[in-house]
């Protein structure tokens, strides 16, 4: 049965960097069906899709975020990394890590971790 | 920017049949699919490339395409269906993914 399990800080302060870190369990992440994506909700909102990330490192972020935004994976540890910089209030939401089915034009999102609430403030 | 559209809420009672719809111009051309969020729980998958259901989702949920909308249907409503419901697809390209700003259910 595969999972995934965000995990990072609960609190950041304004202007500091985030942290966050998914793992998987029960699949392999070097798949060539599946992208990883990283999706965030504020607190009472709609979904923010915020990038995707394949096996070999190539990355899709949002433009909205892309200049704040970098992600990494780490296939032998079957992780992958979410860091988001020069953070505001704004950045408070429920993060969430998905496993990104690729049909080979697009992307929908199989597979949910449980999401890890983020807090900006000082 | 490209953007998909979703009413905010729709309320009904139990048994009818509830109809969402989503808009968007690149929908013609890019696959819509559809997310059940209950308070407190991750997004479940719905319904994929405009049509297909899931293994294990219950038949009372479909959905359809023309044009530039999209439809998400849930026939025999039952009080757990009470969720927020949200479409998803992608820009022109295929690599950047869009979210609705989703739709809140309510039956009673």
């Known amino acids: 049965q595969v999972q995934l399990q965000e995990s990072g800080p609960g609190l950041v302060k304004p202007s500091e960097s985030l942290s966050l870190t998914c793992t998987v369990s029960?699949?392999?992440?070097?798949?060539?069906?599946?992208?990883w994506g990283w999706i965030r909700q504020p607190p009472g909102k709609g979904l923010e899709w915020i990038g995707n990330?394949?096996?070999?490192?190539?990355?899709y972020y949002s433009p909205s975020l892309k200049s704040r935004v970098t992600m990494s994976i780490d296939t032998s540890n079957i992780q992958l990394s979410l860091q988001l910089r020069s953070l505001t209030a704004a950045d408070t939401a429920i993060y969430y890590c998905?496993?990104?089915?690729?049909?080979?034009?697009?992307?929908?999102?199989?597979?949910w971790g449980q999401g890890i609430l983020v807090a900006v403030s000082s | 920017s490209y953007e998909l559209t979703q009413p905010p809420s729709v309320s009904l009672s139990p048994g009818q049949t509830a109809r969402i719809t989503c808009s968007g111009d690149?929908?013609?051309?890019?696959?819509a699919y559809w997310y059940q969020q209950k308070p407190g729980q991750a997004p479940v998958l719905l319904i994929y490339?405009?049509?297909e259901r899931p293994s294990g989702i219950p038949e009372r949920f479909s959905g359809s395409s023309s044009g530039t909308a999209v439809t998400l249907t849930i026939s025999g409503l039952q009080t757990e269906d009470e969720a927020d419901y949200f479409c998803?697809?992608?820009?022109?390209?295929?690599?950047?993914?869009?979210f609705g700003g989703g739709t809140k259910l309510t039956v009673l």
């Open positions: 990330i394949f096996y070999t490192g190539s990355t």
């Open positions: 490339k405009d049509t």
């Open positions: 690149a929908l013609p051309k890019q696959y």
């Open positions: 029960g699949a392999s992440i070097s798949s060539n069906n599946y992208y």
């Open positions: 998803q697809s992608a820009d022109s390209d295929g690599n950047h993914v869009l």
């Open positions: 998905a496993r990104a089915h690729y049909s080979g034009y697009d992307y929908y999102f199989d597979l």
